[in-house]
């Protein structure tokens, strides 16, 4: 997958999301501005989410070539904290900004003929997003620990296990469907301290629960 079909790939999801923010804003942003109720959303939310991740065009070990230009299934799971004031976490026709620390667990993984490859990372992100009535857009950069684990079924190479440093920037939406449920999409781009010699590109959909 090209970066030209990465790009396509991201626009199409946000552009999916956009609609759906169209479709639940009709009307219904008096709705979203309650939030000094009892059971307004407090600063944390949990986002579950899956997509794909392009590997880039070369995953090494030595000499051995164990993936090449390879789009894998990609999974998530983050916990934002959101900070500031509590009273600006639930979407609201005002806008302004609002700020997020996000810890994260990702993984995938990949195989090939005589080779697989997986990556689990423990990472976290500093999120800000700006919110326009059911819809908000956020931007984030973030660092993670990636934990690598590779098997390789050729003579003289060993299996690895090896952990490395990453580095992320993403953007995306969320779009409510109620004051403490949205789905939101994700483009994004990790480099990591490792053989690879491209950027590895994200893209995924998943749904946010407000505790």
Same mark, same amino acid.
């Given at each position: 997958?090209?970066?030209?079909?990465?790009?396509?790939?991201?626009?199409?999801?946000?552009?999916?999301?956009?609609?759906?923010?169209?479709?639940?804003?009709?009307?219904?942003? @008096?709705?979203?501005?309650?939030?000094?109720?009892?059971?307004?959303?407090?600063?944390?939310?949990? @986002?579950?989410?899956?997509?794909?991740?392009?590997?880039?065009?070369?995953?090494?070990?030595?000499?051995?070539?164990?993936?090449?230009?390879?789009?894998?299934?990609?999974?998530?799971?983050?916990?934002?904290?959101?900070?500031?004031?509590?009273?600006?976490?639930?979407?609201? %026709?005002?806008?302004?900004?609002?700020?997020?620390?996000? =810890?994260?667990?990702?993984?995938?993984?990949?195989?090939?003929?005589?080779?697989?490859?997986?990556?689990?990372?423990?990472?976290?992100?500093?999120?800000?997003?700006? =919110?326009?009535?059911?819809?908000?857009?956020?931007? @984030?950069?973030?660092?993670?620990?990636?934990?690598?684990?590779?098997? %390789?079924?050729?003579? @003289?190479?060993?299996?690895?296990?090896?952990?490395?440093?990453?580095?992320?920037?993403?953007?995306?939406?969320?779009?409510?469907?109620?004051?403490?449920?949205?789905?939101?999409? %994700?483009?994004?781009?990790?480099?990591?301290?490792?053989?690879?010699?491209?950027?590895?590109?994200?893209?995924?959909?998943?749904?946010?629960?407000?505790?």
């Amino acid at each position: 997958m090209t970066r030209w079909h990465r790009a396509v790939v991201v626009v199409a999801l946000l552009l999916a999301c956009g609609g759906v923010a169209v479709a639940q804003t009709g009307g219904e942003e @008096g709705y979203y501005l309650d939030e000094e109720t009892d059971d307004a959303p407090g600063r944390f939310s949990l @986002g579950i989410g899956f997509g794909l991740v392009e590997l880039g065009d070369n995953v090494i070990q030595g000499q051995t070539l164990l993936i090449d230009d390879d789009v894998e299934p990609y999974y998530v799971v983050n916990l934002r904290i959101a900070f500031g004031d509590r009273h600006a976490y639930g979407h609201a %026709v005002r806008g302004g900004f609002r700020g997020y620390l996000e =810890p994260e667990l990702g993984y995938w993984s990949s195989s090939s003929p005589g080779a697989s490859q997986s990556d689990t990372l423990v990472g976290l992100n500093i999120v800000g997003g700006v =919110p326009m009535s059911a819809v908000e857009f956020f931007v @984030g950069a973030g660092v993670a620990i990636h934990f690598l684990d590779s098997t %390789v079924s050729v003579a @003289g190479i060993a299996d690895t296990e090896d952990e490395t440093i990453g580095v992320n920037a993403h953007f995306g939406l969320d779009v409510a469907v109620s004051r403490r449920v949205s789905v939101f999409g %994700v483009g994004r781009f990790d480099l990591i301290d490792d053989d690879r010699d491209e950027l590895e590109g994200k893209a995924y959909l998943g749904l946010r629960f407000r505790i």
